[in-house]
Structure formats: C-alpha cells, structure tokens
C-alpha cells in the first residue's frame, strides 16, 4: 500500500533513487493485527501462493510525505484511496481515518457558516435545528410544493430540504420552484419575523451549480443542497468557491461505500474529505433508522462530525431517517449537546394532528431531553408528544 501510493511500483523503475524514496516514499508507522480469517473477503485475492489458508487482518498506519500531494484535497483523496483497493494481495482495504496537516485548515476552502453561521440564519440557538424533507419525493409541481411549504412554516418548522432525487425536472424547473417556494417563506417572514431556510438542491454540472446558487440567493433563499457523491470533491469545491450561503451536503451513494465492513470507507474519514471542501451540514442517519445502518455508527459519525479539523471546529451533523420525538433522548446522551439538524418526514407528516402537532412533539421531546425527564412523563402534560407517542409507539 505504501509503495503503491507513492513512489514504488511492482518493478525497479529507472529513477527510482534512495534519495527519491527518502523523500517521496510513504512510511508506514504502525502494524496492529487483529486476526486471522480462513476466506478471504474480496474475490480475486492473490497472495502469492494457491496454498494460502489464513488471512490476516490489521490495522495499518500508512504516512504519507505532504510534498507529494501538496494542499489539494482530491489529490490527497486519490492518495490515501485511489489504486490501493484494487490490489491483489490485499482481501480486503478500508479507510478508516485521515490526519491532515494545519496547512490544510488555512488553504483549503472549509465550511463558510458552519454551526454558528447557520444558527444565525434560522435564528435558533438554544435547541436542535428542527427540520423536515418534501414528500412526495418527486412528482410535484413548484405551486404544490409551495402549498406544502405553506403548511410547513406555519407548523413552526427551522428547516425544509428538497430530497435528494429532484433538482431541475421538466416538472419543477429549478427557477419556478425557488420563485414558488420563496414567496411563501417571505410572506410568512413578514408576517412573523422567522425565516425558515429551504435547502434548494442545486446538483448539477459545475455550471449549473453555479447558476442555480445565484437563483437562489437573489430570490433571498439561504441554503443550497448538493448530492455530494454525485458531483464529486471537485464539484463541491468549485460551488463553495462561488457560494455566499450555507450548503447542505447529502449523501446518497454513501451505502456502495461502506456497507461491506472490510471494503470501502469509515465515515471518520469520508466526512473529512468534504469539510475541507466547505461543506457546512452532513448527513449521518439516524437512530433507529430505516436502514442498516446501526446506532453505534450513527452516533461515531455525528461525533466524527462535531470534531475539530484543521480550519473548522465542527459543523452540523444532520440526523434523518425515521426520526421521531422517540430518539431525542438518545441522541442528546450520545453527544451532550444540541448542535445538530434534526429532520422528521413521517414524525412530522404522519402525527395525527398534522404537522403543527409533528413539529411541536419533536420540540418538546427535545424539551424532555435537555431537561432529563422522561418522556412518558413529560408527555402527561404536553398534548403533543403525548399523541405523537399514542401513534408512533414507543419502547420507554
């Protein structure tokens, strides 16, 4: 692997001196075994012998020399997880963490709003950022996702998000549903005085990215959402570049990365790459999710998330996925604090009093929560959550 990513290939090549490899050959710092396997986990393994009977597995601690790759944050991706998982002799290859120099922290672009920036948008400081997807995911127009959204910022929600699967169909041009969505918040603004932010997603081409932030920010919109795997690190290096407004960092695909415990990458390390690329929310699941993802992971991600690196000192994990008033308490336990989004699509939709009753029974379970009071009990005198639990259920 060390030879591999940097200055070493399978033969002596012309060139390669000692004082090319002294200063351009990776080290590796530390070997931590952790077993031994009878199968290999990836297929076409080759050891170098059809005898081989036991695999070993371990954890490797790989340095990298920063003349190799300069302050480039694709570049260091292609270094640390580039060739390296198509090795033969390896059965199996997953980055688990990177450490990145400070140099990183004061060139790379980092996220521009992060906790604090977005806070001050919403104007929320004292409790999780509550915030809910439009459903049905595709399908409607710009005036009925503005009917939606009008029912939404009138329940007393901080936070609405495009889902990721629509961005600019022939249905909901880009430029009619941020006109259409954008009077509503600003009416409902006027009226009140809060100015919910909508995450626009503006996944496209590096071009189109740019132009649909623009639409955003001049209709008075203050977030944009981009599918992170679907544009890459350079795509999201160039829209933060450009961007004056907070961006919403989504990602789908992340599954194909992770899902096989022995290949791919450790959240740790992916959420990494695209803070120093500016993002300023991330996605990590939720407990009790509606997918595999289990609940130890969930919260190593959120904390991963909350971490300083170099140049950022946390930004906002984003907690969604079959969230409910019923999670609260767990999610506060696991990280100790309230500096995350918290997004419900059926725990909002779906309580039997609408969505105004939705958004209250997340505040008032994050109410019991933060006051370490359980939430049958808090539920005795907050009709809200009392009938959010009468609907969803719940293991307390």
């Known amino acids: 692997?060390?030879?591999?990513?940097?200055?070493?290939?399978?033969?002596?090549?012309?060139?390669?001196?000692?004082?090319?490899?002294?200063?351009?050959?990776?080290?590796?710092?530390g070997v931590t075994e952790l077993g031994t396997t009878a199968e290999p986990?990836?297929?076409?393994?080759?050891?170098g012998s059809e005898t081989t009977s036991e695999y070993t597995r371990a954890?490797?601690?790989?340095?990298?020399?920063?003349?190799?790759?300069?302050?480039?944050?694709?570049?260091?991706?292609?270094?640390?997880?580039?060739?390296?998982?198509?090795m033969q002799p390896l059965s199996g290859v997953r980055l688990m963490d990177i450490d990145v120099p400070a140099a990183y922290g004061s060139e790379c672009p980092t996220p521009q709003f992060g906790v604090e920036g977005t806070r001050e948008l919403i104007g929320v400081h004292d409790r999780p950022i509550i915030g809910t997807i439009i459903k049905p995911s595709v399908g409607l127009s710009p005036d009925e996702t503005a009917s939606l959204v009008e029912t939404l910022v009138e329940a007393g929600v901080d936070f609405i998000k495009d889902d990721e699967l629509i961005a600019d169909p022939p249905y909901s041009r880009f430029e009619d549903r941020v006109e259409a969505v954008m009077s509503v918040i600003d009416d409902h603004a006027d009226e009140t005085g809060k100015?919910?932010?909508?995450?626009?997603?503006?996944?496209?081409?590096?071009?189109?990215?740019?132009?649909?932030?623009?639409?955003?920010?001049?209709?008075?919109?203050?977030?944009?959402?981009?599918?992170?795997?679907?544009?890459?690190?350079?795509?999201?290096?160039?829209?933060?570049?450009?961007?004056?407004?907070?961006?919403?960092?989504?990602?789908?695909?992340?599954?194909a990365l992770s899902r096989c415990p022995q290949l791919g990458f450790e959240y740790t390390a992916y959420q990494k790459l695209w803070r120093l690329v500016g993002v300023d929310h991330l996605h990590v699941n939720g407990l009790r999710n509606k997918f595999t993802e289990s609940d130890e992971s969930v919260v190593a991600s959120a904390q991963a998330v909350q971490r300083p690196i170099p140049g950022d000192d946390g930004i906002l994990p984003?907690?969604?996925?079959?969230?409910?008033?019923?999670?609260?308490?767990?999610?506060?336990?696991?990280?100790?604090?309230?500096?995350?989004?918290?997004?419900?699509?059926?725990?909002?939709?779906?309580?039997?009093?609408?969505?105004?009753g939705g958004v209250d029974a997340l505040k008032q379970g994050w109410e019991a929560a933060m006051a370490d009071v359980p939430l049958a009990e808090y539920a005795e005198d907050h009709e809200a959550l009392r009938r959010s639990m009468e609907a969803f259920g719940t293991d307390e």
């Open 1 to 29: 692997m060390a030879g591999e990513q940097s200055a070493s290939t399978f033969v002596d090549v012309p060139g390669e001196s000692e004082e090319l490899q002294r200063r351009h050959g990776a080290e590796v710092v």
């Open 41 to 47: 986990t990836l297929p076409g393994v080759d050891q």
């Open 59 to 86: 954890e490797v601690r790989i340095a990298y020399p920063v003349e190799n790759v300069g302050v480039s944050v694709p570049h260091l991706r292609t270094t640390v997880a580039g060739n390296v998982f198509e």
């Open 195 to 255: 100015r919910v932010m909508y995450a626009f997603n503006v996944t496209g081409s590096v071009e189109e990215m740019r132009r649909r932030h623009d639409v955003v920010k001049e209709a008075g919109g203050t977030c944009v959402m981009v599918s992170l795997n679907s544009v890459g690190l350079v795509g999201v290096l160039a829209l933060r570049q450009h961007s004056d407004l907070p961006i919403h960092g989504h990602r789908n695909g992340w599954g």
């Open 318 to 356: 984003v907690f969604s996925s079959g969230q409910w008033a019923d999670q609260a308490h767990d999610t506060y336990a696991a990280l100790g604090n309230v500096d995350l989004m918290y997004l419900a699509g059926g725990g909002i939709m779906g309580h039997p009093d609408g969505p105004a």
